[in-house]
């Protein structure tokens, strides 16, 4: 069964340097970076793919124009290998994904959410940090973050209710999972 791994958490949560690492552990199964049938870039390894670039400091889907089309990748590439991705576009929403967990039945693939369990107040500070490394002063409105936030708990809640045990964690315990389900690791 092929497995597709969804990195969640709001903006500066970590999803990105959770799948960063991800790709760094498992460098030397990296095969190349192509462009799927929709032009969405992916990076393939020997038994999964990431979804999105990561050349700048936001990766992964928030590369990728709209949702749909990273939904539609994900499906592309999920009749092949196992799939990880991540981006706040996709990693706080609840229906979409229920959408996604439907579509991914119909060519056995299971969808395993992982909800990284980023404070409020230390993803504030990881965005602020990313914004002087860029030579930007500090988010003076807290209004995005705190509703991406909301909705990430709110989505991760609703997910459990649905009956997919997301996995609160932290980010490298997430590493761990990760790496387990794509068996990189025990």
Not at 63 to 92: R, Y
Not at 104 to 112: F, G
Not at 158 to 183: Q, T
Request: charged share 25%; proline share 3%; aromatic share 8%.
């Amino acid at each position: 069964m092929t497995k597709v791994i969804g990195v969640r958490a709001t903006n500066g949560g970590g999803k990105t340097h959770v799948v960063r690492e991800v790709m760094r552990i498992t460098d030397p199964y990296f095969q190349k970076k192509v462009k799927l049938s929709n032009s969405v870039l992916i990076n393939v390894y020997d038994n999964f793919v990431v979804l999105g670039s990561y050349d700048r400091a936001c990766g992964g889907c928030d590369t990728i124009k709209t949702p749909a089309l990273v939904w539609d990748s994900i499906m592309e590439c999920a009749e092949h290998k196992h799939v990880l991705f991540e981006g706040i576009l996709v990693g706080t929403v609840y229906q979409p994904t229920m959408d996604l967990v439907e579509r991914l039945k119909t060519i056995d693939a299971t969808y395993i959410p992982v909800c990284l369990d980023t404070s409020f107040e230390q993803s504030v500070a990881n965005v602020n940090s990313r914004r002087a490394e860029a030579g930007k002063g500090e988010i003076e409105k807290l209004v995005n973050i705190e509703t991406n936030y909301k909705k990430h708990i709110s989505s991760a809640k609703k997910l459990k209710e649905a009956g997919l045990n997301p996995h609160w964690v932290s980010a490298e315990e997430a590493i761990n999972i990760i790496l387990r389900e794509f068996g990189y690791a025990n």
